[in-house]
């Protein structure tokens, strides 16, 4: 199991340079007077800003040059002020013909409450080591 990693609190600045940076403009991440009109207690960060916390926790695991499949599943909102917190766990290792192994992980993203904001699963190949 890896050792959690925390993120946030998150900030309505973040979820703004996550607009401008992935060209999701949608005003429901960054227009406060928007996003409660439309029936929200404020602006939310985008799934996909979740999705890659997960994904800078799963790669400084396990290393970025290995990552061969990742995948997630969106669950609840997070909003600003929120913490969230990344885990994974190995669920299983194939051994390959070369001396690498094959590692499948499931990954979590949870809010400060508890909540599971987004989870996830991913394959990593690590490569056999020298054998010099």
């Known amino acids: ?3 959690p990693r925390e993120f946030g609190p ?4 973040m979820f703004v340079r996550y607009s401008g940076a992935s060209g999701d403009l949608n005003p429901m991440h960054y ?3 928007m996003a409660r009109a439309a029936g929200n207690p404020s602006v939310f960060s985008q799934g996909m800003h979740q999705s890659a916390l ?3 926790f799963a790669t400084d695991w396990l290393g970025a040059e290995s990552v061969r499949r990742f995948q997630v599943r969106f669950r609840e909102q997070v909003w600003p002020d ?3 917190t990344c ?3 190995i669920d299983t290792v194939t051994e390959q013909a070369d001396g690498g192994r094959l590692v499948t992980v499931s990954l979590t993203c949870s809010r400060q409450t508890g909540a599971v904001a987004i989870s996830g699963s991913a394959d990593f190949l690590i490569a056999a080591p020298d054998a010099t």
């Not at 998150?10 to 600045?13: G, I, K, M, S, Y």
């Open 1 to 3: 199991m890896a050792a």
């Open 31 to 33: 227009d406060d007077t």
């Open 10 to 13: 998150l900030t309505r600045q």
């Open 54 to 56: 997960l994904a800078t």
């Open 87 to 89: 885990t994974g766990q």
């Open 82 to 84: 929120d913490v969230l």
